[in-house]
């Protein structure tokens, strides 16, 4: 039915305006999907940074961190998606955009809170005792000493779980009309004979792009947040995601 | 393998409907332990002679009305001795007229109004013989066979909520060019279809219509019933349609094709049985008719029945 | 009794479902576990490969983890979309996606557990006149399995998870019950539920195996 070959009809779709514009577009998705997952990535951070602090700054909830982390990995981010979207729609709402985000904190949250604790339970026990022996209050050794010693691991957490949720909000598309650039994906493997593999191969790719474009730059934006000085103790800060410590 | 099982379990609804030949209910029927029964279990009641040839591969769609369609066909032929596998479950048109052609599938229903226009960009239209008898001529030349149609058909219709309906006076499609926006919901394969979203701005002339693409049947009622959009694709013998009260729009310029269930046989299939089997093929389409179908699905998409089970009753019922 | 259910709304978990469909949860189990084993397995091979290589060729190890490191990001949807025009709708496809994810964290847990056999056991190995290739089988490999152990339990609980999303390219498994909730006229959480819930059980079985597996293999670490 296509004259074309392949790669020439995928050229011509990647370099057809209409491909880009309008609410569809491939911009729209970009954007929506990179706004799904900035939301919901701080909305994690917001609410498993603290506790996790503070756990770990009182050496308290060890295997509640390890029983999270174990747990975050087995949990199908496919069925909480699915999950998340059937329980709005019984509810009279919409699958298109909250129930996405929720499910896509709740799949955040593990690495976020794993990192958090274990980056500070591994600050030098010395240092902070110094801190508390220099009459420093524990609300003080936590903000000025454990946390900027442990930003760089924090960090890394957060960076983890970002990338996993750009990964995971392409799932979006099979539940309903958003997802970002899911849609070309999904709508690409519907219509796979009848031309929309070019859309299919063209989404993946954007998307690929996205989370490698993505985590380079939260390594940079890494490299600017943690201070000289921490930065110097920790030389893998913004290298490649170290996943066997999550 | 999941094949397997699925076969094992048939045999043994088979049997279990040849031995109880109750009326049962489906809860009945789904406690019948399906496993520790010997396959010759259903060789006793039935004397069926083993019909000679290879295996017949009974493929479907990856909706639930193929999938208890197939079941139908398969479970009749493996009562009348023939060998029977099953690759149900499948994805698109665009995905199974490959192995329909290479002989990988054997035996699928088919919709003649979609497997005309979509399966071979041919142009169905409303009226059954006509479709037939162009979709018989691309059949042939890949070497496969129709059997004759059945009386039921399922076909696309646009639905709209009541309210949907009342507050702007549209009962035809051609009356939603009255309306300012119409949110318009389909499977993603819609959106190029000229029995589709293509269909209602080139026939129908409508511009105003927002399409969304959402893949799964019950998101897309699910939004319609909660007024996220204003129309969605369905098909006429989902129960849902009356469940929920939904509207289906007229077609006044008879858009839509007709949807009579065809079984389609491979040229192996064809080759190897012939005549016997599209006599049997047609014995059984004869009583589908729209009302079963529309039976059928509510008892597997309400129920939550297995497509398996309600096939076997199906049989039961019509032998 | 069935028109009563449906009058009254379906219940959002159905045990009976459950009951009367144990076989097609078993088969589907069996699926999924199969398509992990596939991935896991395939997963480790190529990262042995791999880590044979960049222990040879030391600066290759860099650019060998930051490629997997890649492989890792890109999303599991997205890689299937870019196979499947390759491989079809098929376990190849699965497979080889999955398993790209499992190269990440593979490798350098073998690369660390090749690194930690001390040198001296290497050398007299080499002393005793083992070729290059069983003082590799028979000395190193089993003296560094502990730690590939441990790797191989976190891919294969990541794997399980994502083995789930096969489901979109016709394969299932587990995931094959989640997507059927949704593709019926009105979702049927009962099943969505039963697919997400009987992975994380598959999930923590096999870790909990693995991790026997991993104490067996230090016996000195578990008598501590």
Redesign the interface.
């Known amino acids: ?1 296509n004259e074309l070959g392949f790669w020439e009809r995928l050229g011509d779709w990647l370099t057809d305006s209409a491909t880009w514009s309008g609410d ?1 577009g491939l911009l729209q998705l970009t954007l929506d999907h990179i706004w799904v997952s900035v939301l919901a990535t701080a909305v994690a951070v917001a609410i498993a940074a603290p506790p996790a602090l503070w756990l770990a700054h009182r050496r308290r909830g060890r295997f509640a961190a390890t029983a999270l982390a174990n747990i975050g990995r087995a949990v199908p981010s496919f069925g909480i998606i699915v999950i998340a ?2 329980v709005f ?2 509810a ?5 955009f909250w129930p996405l985000v929720i499910a896509l904190v709740a799949l955040a949250i593990p690495p976020i809170f794993t990192n958090a604790y274990t980056a500070v339970t591994e600050v030098d026990r010395a240092t902070v005792e110094a801190a508390l022996g220099m009459g420093h209050t524990e609300r003080e050794v936590l903000r000025h000493v454990e946390l900027p010693l442990a930003t760089p691991l924090i960090l890394e957490g957060v960076r983890l779980a970002f990338i996993q949720v750009i990964a995971t909000a392409t799932l979006g ?5 958003g997802g970002g650039l899911g ?1 070309p994906i ?2 690409g ?8 593999d070019v859309k299919l191969v063209g989404g993946a790719l954007m998307v690929a792009l996205l989370t490698i474009v993505a985590d380079r730059a939260f390594a940079g934006a890494e490299r600017l947040f943690v201070p000289d000085g921490v930065r110097r103790l920790f030389p893998d800060v913004g290298e490649p995601l170290d996943v066997s410590t999550v | ?2 094949s397997s ?1 699925r076969l094992r ?1 048939t045999v043994t609804a088979v049997a279990a409907i040849g031995l109880l030949a109750v009326s049962c ?3 009945d029927t ?2 019948e332990p ?2 520790g029964e010997s396959p010759e279990a259903s060789e006793t009641d039935g004397e069926v002679t083993p019909v000679d040839g290879p295996a017949i591969t009974v493929g479907s769609f ?3 009305e193929s999938v208890i369609l197939a079941e139908i066909y398969a479970q009749a032929l493996e009562a009348n001795g023939y060998t029977v596998e099953r690759n149900l ?4 048109r ?2 199974i007229f490959p192995e329909l052609e290479n002989d990988g599938i054997d035996l699928l229903p088919e919709y003649v109004g979609s497997a005309l226009g ?1 399966g071979f ?1 041919g142009a169905p239209t409303g009226d059954l013989d006509e479709t037939l008898a162009a979709l018989t001529a691309e059949f042939e030349a890949i070497g496969a066979s129709l059997g004759a149609p059945a009386p039921g058909e399922d076909k696309n219709v646009f639905v709209v909520t009541q309210a949907f309906a009342d507050d702007n006076g549209v009962a035809d499609i051609a009356d939603l060019a009255g309306v300012d926006e119409v949110r318009f ?1 389909g ?3 819609c ?2 279809r000229e029995t589709c979203l293509g269909g209602l701005q080139d026939v129908y002339g409508l511009s105003n219509l927002a399409f ?8 897309r ?3 319609l019933e ?1 007024g ?1 959009i204003d129309m969605t694709l ?1 098909f006429s013998t ?3 349609i009356a ?1 929920k009260g939904f509207v289906a729009l007229e077609d006044s310029l008879g858009m839509i094709p007709v949807e009579n269930i065809v079984p389609v046989l491979s040229a192996e299939a064809t080759e190897a049985y012939g005549a016997d089997l599209i006599a049997l093929l047609d014995s059984i389409s004869a009583s589908i008719t729209t009302e079963a179908l529309i039976d059928l ?1 509510t008892r ?5 029945e ?1 497509p398996a089970d309600v096939a076997a009753a199906f049989l039961a019922e019509n032998a | ?2 028109v009563l ?2 009058s009254t709304g ?1 219940p959002f978990f ?1 045990w ?2 459950v009951t ?2 144990t ?2 949860i078993w ?2 189990t ?2 999924h576990l ?1 398509l992990t084993g596939l991935a896991v397995g395939s997963g480790l091979v190529v990262a042995i490969g791999l880590a044979v290589v960049s222990r040879r060729w030391r600066p290759l190890y860099g650019p060998l983890t930051a490629a997997s490191g890649l492989l890792y990001t890109i999303p599991s949807l997205a890689a299937f979309a870019l196979l499947v025009p390759l491989f079809g ?1 098929t376990r190849i496809t699965a497979t080889i996606a999955l398993a790209s994810y499992t190269l990440l964290i593979l490798l350098r847990n073998t690369v660390a557990g090749l690194d930690a056999v001390p040198a001296e056991v290497r050398e007299a190995a080499v002393g005793m006149g083992y070729t290059p290739v069983r003082q590799f089988f028979e000395v190193e490999l089993p003296l560094a399995l502990p730690v590939i152990v441990a790797g191989v339990r976190i891919a294969t609980v990541t794997v399980v998870g994502l083995v789930t999303v096969t489901a979109l390219i ?1 394969m ?1 498994g587990l995931g094959a019950f989640i997507l059927n909730g ?7 959480p ?1 099943e969505i539920i039963v697919g997400t819930v009987a992975s994380v059980l598959l999930a923590a079985i096999l870790d909990l195996i693995l991790l026997g597996v991993e104490r067996s293999l230090t016996p000195w670490a578990a008598r501590r």
């Not at chain 1, 009279?92 to 298109?96: K, P, T, Y």
């Not at chain 1, 598309?173 to 009309?177: F, K, M, P």
């Not at chain 1, 493997?189 to 929309?196: C, H, L, M, P, Q």
């Open positions: 039915m569809g979207a059937v729609i019984r009279g709402g919409s699958a298109r598309a099979v539940v309903s009309s849609r999904v709508d493997f519907a219509t796979y004979r009848s031309g929309g | 393998m999941r099982i379990r209910s489906s809860d789904s406690d399906t496993s990856n909706f639930p479950n499948l994805g698109a665009e995905l979509v960009g919901a499977p993603p394969e959106e190029g969304q693409s959402v893949q799964e049947a019950s998101t009622i699910a939004d909660n996220n369905l989902q129960p849902v469940q699905n597997v998409e309400i129920d939550v297995d | 009794m069935s259910a449906q379906t159905r009976d479902w009367s469909h076989d097609d088969a589907a069996v699926e199969q709708f016709g299932g949704i593709r019926r006229s009105i979702a049927f009962t």
